[in-house]
């Protein structure tokens, strides 16, 4: 189906930004190059005359295709709704107290009725809809059938509305009551039948995702593990870049199984594991992370996982320890970071002035950015740099 | 005196790597594959610890210690994996366990986790020590036995510490106590941890696993 953004002439869509309803009066002023809002009034004027309005609004949202739409939906502008109800309500009452045309017309409204059933009822045979459905939650399984109700409560209510203004609902009263049986023993001869058709469906859905699941697995798999293997048969030859190989996939391979999903790129304890990842790679020393609490990462935050960095790289390049130990700890009013190697330490008070990496690009942007590290080390004791930074708002 | 132990792990590689590296302090009395021939060990050659693989076939290192552990045995574990989850991580220490440190340990280290259990001490990894402290920091519940559902603060710096990489006797140093009360401390913790009824240990444990 051609979508309007590659037709060669503009097609009547529903766009799904900016759209009050379903976007019908949007698409289809961009359609005629006129206000929305002209539309919408023009839409329910028709309404106060016999209803015309929503039918017509009804059939159109049918049969126009919905514009496609990356990203999440946006929310519709719920005041605006409210305002054309209010106005449509206002309109309604003023025809009335004039007694214009809406008398002897409650047979349209009940087709109006009917129409705005079949419309909720349509909407669940949208295939994109549905399939939105199958993956989705519980709750919304739950609101499908509130909706499919709801319609069906509407297109019964319109019918019988439609025969009782016609003053047929006495005759129709027999026909009724027969059909009403009738649909009632198929229902009952059916029920089993469609019980085990939909476990079946159910079960075949289940099969599905965990194809789906299994074959996401062998996808990661494939790309990085096999990939590696082949990378390290490939540099036998040298141990260090056979190190880097395993230890850089081991990590992956971690954070694939083992990470909490929700631990987004912008925490705390995300990026310390990423600026420790990246030294590892850089340097070769692993570094052992462990990260109590988590927290966004704001400005001051970053200074102290860069400042966290530069130590582990300073552990890693000059103390020529076997791991340097990472521990991240993020309390309610201050976050804190402690960078621990068993290496040879130094002496702190003989480094030399032009020395920036401790000086400047830990204490010094730690300081300006009102947090404190210090560094405590000796020459064959280690070091262990703590790092300190008060949480903003607190 | 020696300490005799029992190897249970799928991977042949790994028990021989394990078996070689031990100091001489320690005698490697077995090997076991999986769950039911490590519970027939156990029982037959009675070692004073099992280094109990988390993940093997027939219900892992959880079902060797329910089994053994159920039937009164004395018998103690030392819980070694590759696995940093969470949930297998607090399973086995909830299981029994009185320890649990990851395959990457070199083999002093090892052999000196191994002698602390075969003491009746816990040794705690540092990133068994971190997830304590975050299981333990929540505090949306009441703790149901304060007792057994919060740390101390001496408990908390002592895991603090081990988190940072700190060993056991650094730890003393450092707080000024001895090594042996170190050692009470983390044997209380690994208490609390195995006993604590506290609802979102587990929950924590889980949660952290929804990928």
Redesign the interface.
């Known amino acids: 189906m051609p979508t309007a953004t590659n037709a060669p002439y503009p097609r009547l869509a529903r766009p799904v930004e900016g759209r009050l309803l379903a976007g019908v009066a949007q698409g289809a002023a961009a359609q005629l190059r006129l206000d929305p809002v002209v539309l919408r009034l023009a839409f329910v004027l028709l309404t106060i005359i016999n209803g015309v309005g929503v039918v017509a609004y009804a059939a159109l949202w049918m049969f126009t295709p919905s514009l496609p739409h990356s990203g999440p939906r946006p929310a519709r502008d719920w005041g605006q709704v409210a305002a054309y109800a209010a106005i449509s309500m206002a309109l309604l009452a003023f025809t009335m107290l004039i007694g214009g045309g809406t008398t002897g017309s409650f047979g349209t409204w009940a087709i109006a009725v009917v129409g705005i059933g079949g419309l909720v009822l349509w909407q669940q045979a949208d295939t994109a809809r549905r399939q939105r459905w199958m993956r989705g939650a519980v709750q919304q399984v739950r609101r499908r059938w509130v909706r499919t109700g709801f319609g069906l409560l509407l297109v019964v209510v319109g019918a019988i509305g439609f025969l009782a203004a016609s003053g047929e609902l006495a005759a129709a009263r027999q026909g009724l009551a027969f059909t009403a049986v009738v649909v009632g023993g198929i229902a009952v001869i059916a029920a089993p039948y469609i019980t085990v058709l939909a476990r079946e469906l159910q079960n075949e859905r289940r099969e599905r995702i965990r194809q789906e699941e299994r074959a996401e697995v062998a996808a990661h798999v494939h790309d990085s593990v096999l990939h590696t293997l082949t990378l390290i048969q490939r540099n036998a030859h040298d141990p260090r870049e056979v190190l880097r190989l395993a230890r850089s996939q081991e990590r992956e391979l971690r954070n694939w199984l083992y990470q909490p999903k929700e631990d987004a790129d912008a925490t705390v304890a995300a990026a310390v594991r990423r600026a420790a990842a990246e030294v590892e790679d850089e340097h070769g020393v692993p570094i052992e992370i462990v990260c109590v609490g988590d927290a966004d990462l704001t400005p001051r935050l970053n200074a102290l996982v860069q400042a966290a960095r530069q130590a582990m790289v300073n552990a890693a390049k000059y103390a020529e320890a076997p791991v340097v130990s990472v521990y991240a700890e993020v309390e309610p009013d201050e976050v804190t970071v402690f960078v621990r190697d068993r290496g040879k330490g130094f002496d702190l008070d003989a480094v030399p002035p032009d020395r920036m990496g401790i000086r400047e690009s830990i204490i010094g942007r730690m300081e300006r950015n009102g947090g404190s590290a210090r560094v405590r080390t000796a020459p064959g004791e280690g070091t262990e740099v703590t790092l300190t930074m008060r949480r903003e708002g607190s | 005196m020696t300490v005799r132990v029992l190897i249970v792990d799928d991977h042949r590689l790994f028990r021989s790597g394990v078996r070689a590296e031990l100091g001489p302090q320690i005698e490697v009395v077995g090997e076991a594959e999986d769950v039911d021939s490590a519970v027939a060990a156990i029982n037959e050659l009675k070692p004073d610890v099992v280094l109990l693989d988390v993940h093997m076939p027939g219900g892992g290192g959880q079902e060797v210690l329910r089994r053994v552990l159920g039937q009164g045995s004395q018998v103690r574990f030392l819980a070694l994996s590759v696995?940093?989850?969470?949930e297998d991580v607090i399973g086995v220490i909830r299981g029994g366990a009185r320890g649990y440190v990851t395959k990457?340990i070199?083999g002093p280290e090892l052999t000196d986790a191994i002698l602390r259990v075969a003491d009746g001490d816990a040794v705690f990894s540092?990133?068994l020590?971190?997830f304590v402290?975050?299981a333990f920091?929540s505090t949306e519940a009441p703790p149901i036995d304060p007792e057994l559902d919060s740390l101390t603060q001496r408990e908390r710096e002592v895991l603090?510490l081990i988190?940072?990489?700190?060993a056991y006797k650094e730890i003393a140093k450092e707080l000024f106590i001895s090594v042996k009360t170190v050692e009470t401390h983390v044997s209380s913790v690994l208490r609390k941890l195995q006993l604590s009824n506290r609802h979102e240990l587990s929950r924590w444990a889980t949660?952290?696993?929804?990928?």
């Open positions: 696995s940093d989850a969470a990457t070199s540092p990133r020590a971190g402290l975050d920091a603090r988190a940072r990489g700190y949660a952290r696993r929804l990928v």
